[in-house]
């Protein structure tokens, strides 16, 4: 029996680029990310909102793709990490932000993140792309 997430994957699979690229390729969903989240200590859930902070950057965020994944996160648009992402431009200090929105600044990070690259993936990268990331594995796909 292998585990079909463990076998001969490089560690690249793990953490927060996983979790990010995952919901926002729809190979996994948000509460499943948001579980992932919760599931860390404290100090690594700043290291995950700082990286996450990092992908957003490079997606090259809007201000209406921070609207769009506001919508999206369930986050309420008053909430500090939604007015910081909607600033143009967005504002990352997301790890800096007291524990208690740690939680609520994950969900819009990922939505905003998500909402940016599927846009990228649907123009620049169509077809193919070299961009590891873009081309994770399906869950259900035979080795
Ligand atoms: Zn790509």
Redesign the pocket.
């Known amino acids: 029996m292998t585990e079909p997430n463990s076998a001969d994957r490089p560690s690249f699979w793990h953490g927060t680029e996983r979790v990010v690229n995952g919901i926002a390729q729809e190979l996994c969903t948000l509460d499943d990310g948001v579980a992932w989240f919760t599931s860390l200590p404290p100090a690594r859930r700043q290291e995950v909102l700082h990286e996450a902070g990092l992908y957003a950057m490079q997606a090259h965020i809007t201000a209406s793709d921070g609207r769009a994944g506001v919508a999206r996160s369930g986050v309420k648009p008053t909430a500090n990490p939604s007015v910081m992402i909607c600033m143009d431009p967005p504002r990352y200090g997301f790890s800096g932000l007291p524990a208690d929105e740690h939680v609520t600044a994950f969900r819009v990070l990922v939505c905003v993140f998500a909402v940016a690259d599927t846009r990228?993936?649907q123009t620049?990268?169509k077809n193919s792309?070299?961009?590891a990331w873009?081309n994770l594995p399906r869950p259900t796909e035979a080795p």
Do not use: I, L, W
Request: glycine fraction near 12%.
């Open positions: 990228r993936r620049y990268c792309c070299g961009h873009h």
